[in-house]
T-cell receptor, first 113, second 113 residues
């Protein structure tokens, strides 16, 4: 199984600022994803991080707000830009290994004041 | 109607009980079925992975898929307080970037000592 780490684990930010979350996988994976999880709710897919090309965003999420990079097969970043209190959430990095098995990082807890 | 339906609970059982967690789905194209366990303030952990119909057993955990009824289950035998967590079902139609993992809302389980 893939082991995924995320940095930072948590942060408190002021509105209008940006935060970049890093995701590192311990082995090469086929696909990487970014999710958001509101308290007490399930996971919402933000985008698929494509290696060497622009990420594929889900409906309701745009590149200007959530720019994503994936420079290689084991690393990706998600930036939450121009933050507002509505962006307070848990952001999860995920990686798919093989056909369908998908693993998650520990998450980044973000609070925007 | 949501693609995947899951009773959010909470479900409270005494230690040693058999727990049954269930999800129903509407998309007959789903072939890959997963159960994740998420402890409070942690990322989801892949617990069981099943392809197509049938049963899969791993220790105290058994996953069942009934594609004809579009119904999947996770059974936990001899439940322990350490099993207290949120259990998320997830499923997809197959490999490739277009086949996203669709999650249920999660069932909160509490095993009372």
């Amino acid at each position: 199984s893939a082991v995924i780490s995320q940095k930072p684990s948590r942060d408190i930010c002021q509105r209008g600022t940006s935060l970049t979350i890093q995701c590192q996988v311990d082995s090469q994976v086929t696909m990487m994803f970014w999710y958001r999880q509101q308290p007490g709710q399930s996971l919402t897919l933000i985008a698929t991080a494509n290696q060497g090309s622009e990420a594929t965003y889900e409906s309701g999420f745009v590149i200007d707000k959530f720019p994503i990079s994936r420079p290689n097969l084991t690393f990706s970043t998600l930036t939450v830009s121009n933050m507002s209190p509505e962006d307070s959430s848990i952001y999860l990095c995920s990686a798919r290994q093989g056909a369908e098995t998908q693993y998650f990082g520990p998450g980044t807890r973000l609070l925007v004041l | 109607q949501k693609e995947v339906e899951q009773d959010p609970g909470p479900l409270s059982v005494p230690e040693g009980a058999i727990v049954s967690l269930n999800c129903t789905y509407s998309n007959s194209a789903f072939q890959y079925f997963m159960w994740y366990r998420q402890y409070s303030r942690k990322g989801p952990e892949l617990l069981m992975y099943t392809y197509s119909s049938g049963n899969k057993e791993d220790g105290r955990f058994t996953a069942q898929v009934d594609k004809s009824s579009k119904y999947i289950s996770l059974f936990i035998r001899d439940s322990q307080p350490s099993d207290s967590a949120t259990y998320l079902c997830a499923m997809s139609a197959g490999g490739g970037a277009t086949n996203k993992l669709i999650f249920g809302t999660g069932t909160l389980l509490a095993v009372q000592p």
